[in-house]
Every structure is written in structure tokens, then in C-alpha cells.
């Protein structure tokens, strides 16, 4: 009974020094060149493109705080005047901030839809194949959820520092810092709740629209990789989508964010808009911003979709060569 005890033992235990574990090396070593490949590509991807479109991004996030009326011509005023009084650089006033916070943001983002679409793929049956729309949307609204809840109190300083002076907030330490002792700690999150209902079908109408194009290409054309050009188009479509879906809740997030500056108090997403109905109205209030959204989003979706796919491609003809691990 013993060495029969010990021959089962002994069978157990022998994979664990058989021709296997090399291989089984090689799946986790792919593993984790995948995800820091994604990692890296999702970095360059965010900073690329926030980048672009932040004079855009800044003169909009002004308007979405403020009851003034916005219109194409009131936001290029604001952009000439904020050009002529304070010079070029301070257009980008906020964006090393957001460039703190988009380039973790968008490389957790962009390598959690990849793990995502692994993970349901292989438990739903779809490995090494397209997913079908439902899992597509469920993989990016995870992906966007997992990049928010890491990375939402940047995303307030980011806000902060986009409509106050300089005077005010001088780097980005001292918002943390000034915010943590006049308003609380607390403070850091406020606005995270219509951030992350927001966010949901926000990433998930991305990814799942940009997906989707790229699956249809595909089948149409029968070429797997579209051209540059196709992705820039693929993500302006993603983003236009994805953007005017969930612009009201970016609209109260933003009025969350920087009600200290601005002497408003916020205390709930319903609570929120309610104010902002009944002081600016229903489209003026809460799509106030969303024709210069039309001209920020898609652009910065596109770029941000297409240099990640280049990256991705880069890096692999780079491994390829030898020249990357």
C-alpha cells in the first residue's frame, strides 16, 4: 500500500519536471510581454492624444462649470483671449496634470480590455475569435471602470487646475495638498459617482463601436489590419458615439469637481442636474460643450485608438527583430 501510495506521488508530481514547464515558461513570458506591451502602447496612446486636443479640452471644461452660454464663437474668443493675455503655454494650463493622470489612466485602460476580452473570450467559447457584441461592450465598460477607480483623484486636480489661475494652484502638489486641508480629503473623490456611471457606457460604446469596426472591415475586405487612415476613422466614429452618449454625466462631474472653486454646492448626480436644468436649461445645460466635444472627441478617440494600434504593430516588428525583449 505504501509504494503504491508513492507511485501515485510520484506521478503527480511529474509534469512539474516534465518537457512541460518549458512550455508552459514560454506561455507565461507571452503573457507578460503581452501585458506590458499593452501597458506601454496604452501610455503612448493617451498622452498622444489628450495632448492634441488639450486647448480644446481646457476652453471646454471652462464653459461645462460656468452658466455662461457656449457657442463655437464664444470658445474661440475664450482660446484668443486665454492666448493674448497669458501666452501660448498656458492653452495647455492643466495638461501635466492630465498627462499625470491619462498616461496610467490610459495604459490601464487599454491593457485591461485586452486582459477583459481574453478572459471572456475563453469563458464564453470565443478564444482566438471576435467577440460577439454583448461580451464587446461588457470588456470595454470593465476596462473603463478599472482605469477610473485607479486613477480618479488626478482626473479632480486635473479639473481643478483647468479653471483656476495659476495663483491658485501652482502645481499639482499643491492641489492635493491645498485641497486636503481647506476642503477635506473627501474632496479628492467628489464627482467620482457620475464619473464611474459615466464611464460605463462611455468605454464600453468606445470599444465596443471601434471593435466592431474593425470586425467588419475584416469581413468585408478580407485584409485583418486596417490602414492607418481606417483606424483614425474607426475611433473618430467610436468617439463621436461613445462621447455624446454620456456627455450629461461629464457635465455634472465636472460641476461636482470644482464646486469649491466656483461656490456652488453639488450633492448628488440627480441633485446636480436638477440645479443645472432649472438654471440653464435641459439642452443648454446639459450638453452645454457638446458641438466642441464633436470637434475635441473623435479627434482625440482617433488618435488615441490608432497610435495604440501602431504601437502594438511597432512593437511586435521591434520583438521580431530582436530588438525589444
Not at 467577440?131 to 473603463?144: C, D, I, K, T
Request: glycine share 8%; charged share 20%.
Amino acid at each position: 500500500m505504501g509504494r503504491e501510495v508513492q507511485e501515485q506521488q510520484a506521478k503527480l508530481t511529474l509534469p512539474l519536471t516534465s518537457s512541460d514547464q518549458p512550455q508552459k515558461s514560454k506561455e507565461d513570458l507571452k503573457q507578460s510581454r503581452s501585458v506590458l506591451s499593452s501597458l506601454f502602447s496604452g501610455a503612448v496612446a493617451g498622452a498622444v492624444s489628450k495632448t492634441a486636443v488639450a486647448p480644446l479640452d481646457r476652453t471646454k471644461i471652462i464653459f461645462q462649470v460656468s452658466s455662461a452660454r457656449f457657442s463655437a464663437k464664444e470658445a474661440y474668443k475664450l482660446i484668443y483671449r486665454t492666448y493674448l493675455k497669458d501666452g501660448f503655454f498656458s492653452l495647455f494650463r492643466g495638461n501635466s496634470a492630465n498627462m499625470v493622470r491619462v498616461i496610467p489612466y490610459a495604459a490601464i485602460q487599454f491593457c485591461a480590455h485586452e486582459q477583459y476580452k481574453k478572459v471572456l473570450g475563453a469563458y464564453y467559447g470565443f478564444q482566438g475569435k471576435a467577440l460577439p457584441p454583448v461580451q464587446r461592450f461588457l470588456a470595454g465598460s470593465m476596462a473603463g471602470a478599472t482605469g477610473v477607480m485607479m486613477m480618479y483623484p488626478l482626473d479632480m486636480v486635473r479639473a481643478r487646475m483647468a479653471v483656476t489661475r495659476k495663483e491658485m494652484y501652482s502645481n499639482i502638489v499643491h492641489v492635493f495638498v491645498r485641497i486636503s486641508r481647506e476642503e477635506g480629503v473627501k474632496t479628492l473623490y467628489r464627482g467620482f459617482a457620475p464619473t464611474l456611471v459615466g464611464v460605463v457606457p462611455y468605454a464600453g460604446l468606445s470599444f465596443f463601436t471601434f471593435e466592431t469596426l474593425k470586425s467588419l472591415h475584416a469581413e468585408r475586405t478580407g485584409r485583418p489590419r486596417p490602414s492607418p487612415y481606417e483606424f483614425l476613422a474607426f475611433g473618430a466614429c467610436a468617439g463621436f458615439i461613445s462621447q455624446t452618449a454620456s456627455y450629461p454625466l461629464d457635465v455634472v462631474r465636472r460641476r461636482m469637481q470644482t464646486a469649491g472653486v466656483t461656490g456652488q454646492t453639488y450633492s448628488s448626480i440627480v441633485g446636480t442636474m436638477r440645479v443645472v436644468v432649472a438654471e440653464e436649461g435641459f439642452i443648454r445645460g446639459l450638453y452645454k460643450g457638446l458641438s466642441m466635444n464633436w470637434v475635441k472627441g473623435p479627434i482625440a478617440v482617433g488618435i488615441s485608438y490608432t497610435t495604440f494600434e501602431l504601437t502594438q504593430i511597432l512593437l511586435r516588428k521591434l520583438h521580431k527583430r530582436g530588438y525589444v525583449p
